[in-house]
């Protein structure tokens, strides 16, 4: 079993600077690929970035290519999300989740355990 515990969210003016973390329970985070997702209200949720167990490899949406970055500490067990330049459209709760398929890494259906998310507000 793995739990996922998401923190660093809050409300920031548009052009402002967070960073996300995931911090996660059980000996196989190292050995997983995790996922940064978010939702906002009405609307369906959608893959933000990826990273592969060793860090070799990232994914991001075109949306927000550029602005975020995806990282990971594996002797913490935790997961990152440092996010620059954010505009009123990044606002949504931001969710972790470990990738436990060899699928997408765009899609919700790769990965099997879920944060409760943090939410993330952009003032214009």
């Known amino acids: 079993q793995v739990q996922l515990v998401e923190s660093g969210g809050g409300l920031v003016q548009a052009g402002g600077s967070l960073r996300l973390s995931c911090a996660a329970s059980?000996?196989?985070?190292?050995?997983?690929?995790m996922g940064w997702f978010r939702q906002a209200p009405g609307k369906e949720r959608e893959f933000v970035a990826g990273?592969?167990?060793?860090?070799?490899?990232?994914f991001y949406a075109d949306s927000v290519k550029g602005r975020f970055t995806i990282s990971r500490d594996n002797a913490k067990n935790t997961v990152y999300l440092q996010m620059n330049s954010l505009k009123p459209e990044d606002t949504a709760v931001y969710s972790c989740?470990?990738?436990?398929?060899?699928?997408?890494?765009?899609?919700?259906?790769?990965?099997?355990?879920w944060g409760q998310g943090t939410q993330v507000t952009v003032s214009s």
């Open positions: 990273i592969s167990s060793t860090s070799i490899s990232t």
């Open positions: 989740a470990v990738k436990t398929t060899g699928g997408n890494y765009y899609q919700g259906r790769s990965y099997d355990y």
């Open positions: 059980g000996r196989t985070f190292s050995r997983s690929a």
